[in-house]
């Protein structure tokens, strides 16, 4: 590949960064949370909301206290999502100096995730289409938000699952739950993709579960081990509490409290529908399957976020064809002027 399409790719990451760097006046609200005061309007309304941000700053305060984390602070994200926005924290107690650490994080993921998604279309020839990582909508939460770790997790442990790699792939899917819990339904999906791939040893199968069990399971023991119980579920029981929420699907369609049971099984479809319906036989299967597991995720949640297209932007890179590619383009750029405009 030519250097200059990589040079394209980094733009935006210095972008980010530099624009980060460039304005550090900040303020600090009554609640100890801060909020950063963007000197200019590009800053303000284009690159940084200050929504999320300041937020990860708080979750990470166990670090400069010395606390134990799910027990003396409360704690809403998971052990490795925890652990990935707390990295700054080690260096700085600086909320601007700790944005700008966020923010590089942030595209070093970006750019790992665009390595894997062009190794990925370099075998089917459609290595272009990952400039679609140049949407603004896209950019925009990638370097907001977290979640671009979780969607280089998923890319990745798909990447090494198509070549065979099965172990790092369900390790890192592993990694992936535990950082945001919808990759959970990838896992039949794989199982399937495996069982119709190949004939496996029964010794196989356990290995493969511990290499996928373990980046959970060790975590959760020390939190319980530190927090204790209502340490370990405090994160769940958040989440769970949580109504349905405006510019959700289920709010647009007003669904009654009866039929939310309904939603919720709708939700996980995509880890159902392979027992059901066409056999998981190639690749092609395979992505479609998996897009459609984090899409019906999304859609059919109680919770809907603009910055859940940091998950599935990848996989639809690698499904849709032809002119459908500019249906994702449009819906980025709605995605990100809706979101200024019901938002913010």
Not at 32 to 57: A, R
Not at 109 to 125: P, R, V
Not at 211 to 234: D, K, R, Y
Request: proline letters at 5%; aromatic letters at 22%; hydrophobic letters at 55%.
């Amino acid at each position: 590949m030519k250097n200059f399409k990589w040079i394209i790719l980094v733009l935006p990451v210095l972008f980010f960064i530099g624009t980060s760097f460039a304005s550090h006046s900040y303020v600090f609200t009554s609640v100890g949370v801060v909020t950063d005061e963007p000197s200019t309007i590009l800053e303000k309304k284009i690159v940084f909301d200050n929504m999320d941000v300041p937020v990860y700053f708080a979750r990470s305060s166990w670090v400069a206290a010395r606390a134990i984390p799910y027990g003396h602070i409360f704690e809403e994200y998971p052990q490795w999502a925890l652990s990935y926005i707390s990295i700054p924290r080690l260096f700085t107690a600086d909320y601007l100096v700790y944005r700008d650490f966020f923010v590089l994080m942030n595209g070093v993921c970006y750019l790992l995730l665009a390595l894997f998604l062009f190794l990925i279309l370099k075998k089917s020839g459609n290595v272009n289409r990952f400039f679609l990582l140049l949407l603004p909508s896209f950019l925009f939460f990638t370097f907001n938000r977290f979640d671009i770790f979780v969607a280089l997790l998923i890319v990745a442990s798909y990447y090494f699952l198509l070549n065979k790699k099965d172990y790092v792939s369900f390790s890192l899917l592993g990694f992936a739950v535990l950082t945001k819990w919808f990759p959970l339904i990838f896992l039949p999906i794989y199982f399937i993709y495996l069982f119709n791939r190949e004939k496996i040893r029964p010794a196989k199968w356990i290995y493969l579960s511990l290499s996928f069990l373990l980046p959970i399971v060790l975590p959760l023991l020390v939190t319980l081990l530190t927090a204790g119980f209502a340490g370990l579920v405090q994160p769940y029981v958040f989440h769970f509490s949580r109504l349905v929420e405006p510019y959700s699907t289920l709010s647009f369609l007003s669904v009654s409290q009866l039929l939310l049971p309904f939603f919720f099984y709708l939700q996980l479809a995509g880890a159902i529908l392979p027992f059901f319906w066409v056999k998981i036989s190639n690749q092609k299967i395979l992505i479609l399957y998996l897009t459609l597991g984090v899409l019906f995720f999304v859609f059919f949640g109680r919770i809907y976020s603009p910055q859940f297209i940091v998950w599935f932007l990848p996989f639809l890179l690698l499904v849709l064809i032809g002119r459908e590619l500019w249906l994702l383009v449009i819906y980025d750029i709605v995605n990100y002027i809706t979101y200024y405009w019901s938002y913010l």
